[in-house]
């Protein structure tokens, strides 16, 4: 681990329209899984220290990539799925395979939260597609549901970081 690592996550207003609120929040919890792995080598990145075998620094980024690829993408957008999971295999998101690196999933999982951001940031919170049959998706669930996500990931993050090394911290 390097000695000194910036957190430059973005800071969440008290106050705001609901869009920009949650927008915020989320981007604080994006910023948070980028800082829990700032300074990790490939090995740790890549090192079991929960009883899932699955659950890795590296393999969580992987993970919340293609968490935000889904929603933003695939359900709201309406795109092709390019996901590495399959009803055979669906854990595949979560398995960091030979050549990736940490840097790399990040890189992914940046770009991935820069895609959705753009997405947001054109359609109102009650914009509404399609969803699973006769249902409806809007963006607010969504926003809503990646705040939950990323929250829950960024706390097992946190775990595996402090096992990892003993890093602690918001």
């Given amino acids: 681990m390097t000695s000194e690592v910036i957190d ?8 705001g329209s609901e869009k920009e ?24 990145a890549r090192r079991v220290v929960l009883p899932s075998p699955l659950t890795t620094a590296a393999g969580i980024v992987k993970h919340l990539r293609w968490v935000e690829n889904y ?5 709201l957008a309406g795109e092709p799925s ?9 854990d595949a998101d979560w398995r960091v395979e030979p050549g990736e690196t940490i ?21 109102e919170l ?16 969504v926003l809503i549901h990646m705040i939950e996500e990323t929250g829950r990931h960024a706390g097992h993050l946190d775990a595996v970081r402090e096992l990892l090394d003993g890093t602690t911290g918001e």
């Fill in 126 to 141: 009650d914009h509404e597609v399609p969803f699973r049959g006769d249902r409806r998706l809007s963006v607010r669930w």
């Fill in 71 to 75: 929603w933003f993408r695939v359900a």
């Fill in 82 to 90: 390019s996901a590495p999971y399959t009803r055979e295999d669906p």
């Fill in 103 to 123: 840097s790399g999933l990040l890189a992914d999982y940046a770009a991935e939260c820069t895609a959705s951001r753009s997405y947001v940031d054109g359609v």
């Fill in 8 to 15: 430059d996550r973005v800071e969440v207003p008290f106050t």
């Fill in 21 to 44: 609120l949650l927008s915020a929040f989320l981007d604080y919890l994006r910023g948070t899984i980028a800082l829990k792995c700032a300074g990790l080598s490939e090995e740790d």
